[in-house]
């Protein structure tokens, strides 16, 4: 089983609204990630979890705020968004962010398009 | 800085085979990935190479070149559903970000 569950799939929210995306896998994987990924971009990340403490945040506006509840949730909680954040986020795991120097395969979620009105 | 390459667009025809080539210049050099992405869906994990050499998977195939900082994906009895962007995507043991993108190769399957 190699499946990351991303809800909501679709999301439209005004620029006053809070919203949050969630994520979440069942593969036992303790590293987990949000990107953001515009229309014919590679993805861009964000922020990496590893063991449910933020070990990387890629310099995100304060408006983005992920959480790690445990090991298999993760949160990207949405706050005063603008226009320009509109975007497909996408989630992954991968069994550990960079452990030994062994190879870590992340697995993405299908994804949640986000506008910004 | 890392820095990684491949073609903005290819186009094949039905049933051909095509090579997306991907180079790559990184600091500390882990693992080399490359990913299909379907419009308006997420990536899905192809393949990885670490050592020289080529992997073989089915219909696809990757090749790695350490020394040249080379990479490609070979795709052989192109079908329509494998129109796609090919993301390539280094896995670095230094910097930031463990997982470096490059900017994909949007392929175009025709009949």
């Known amino acids: 089983d190699t499946e990351v569950t991303q809800t909501p799939k679709h999301l439209v929210m005004g620029m006053t609204n809070k919203k949050s995306l969630k994520c979440e896998q069942h593969?036992?994987?303790?590293?987990m990630y949000w990107y953001k990924q515009k229309a014919k971009k590679p993805p861009e990340l964000m922020f990496v979890?590893?063991?449910?403490?933020?070990?990387i945040n890629e310099s995100v506006p304060s408006r983005f705020s992920p959480e790690c509840p445990n090991s298999s949730l993760l949160n990207l909680h949405l706050h005063a968004l603008q226009p320009e954040d509109s975007a497909l986020y996408l989630c992954?795991?991968?069994?550990?962010?960079?452990?030994?120097?062994?190879?870590?395969?992340?697995?993405f979620g299908p994804g949640t398009r986000l506008l910004v009105l | 800085g890392q820095n990684i390459d491949q073609p903005t667009e290819m186009t094949a025809t039905e049933g051909a085979i095509v090579q997306i080539n991907c180079t790559y210049q990184?600091?500390?050099?882990?693992?080399l990935f490359w990913y299909q992405q379907h419009a308006g869906e997420a990536p899905t994990f192809l393949s990885y190479?670490?050592?020289?050499g080529l992997e073989e998977k089915g219909r696809f195939s990757s090749f790695l070149s350490r020394s040249k900082g080379y990479s490609y994906l070979l795709l052989k009895e192109l079908q329509m559903k494998d129109s796609a962007s090919y993301l390539c995507?280094?896995?670095?043991?230094?910097?930031?970000?463990?997982?470096?993108f490059g900017k994909g190769t949007r392929l175009s399957v025709i009949a």
């Open positions: 992954a795991s991968s069994q550990d962010s960079l452990s030994g120097g062994l190879v870590e395969t992340q697995y």
């Open positions: 593969m036992g994987h303790r590293a």
């Open positions: 979890y590893s063991y449910e403490k933020l070990s």
């Open positions: 990184t600091s500390g050099f882990n693992g």
């Open positions: 190479n670490v050592l020289d």
């Open positions: 995507a280094v896995e670095t043991r230094s910097g930031n970000t463990p997982l470096v």
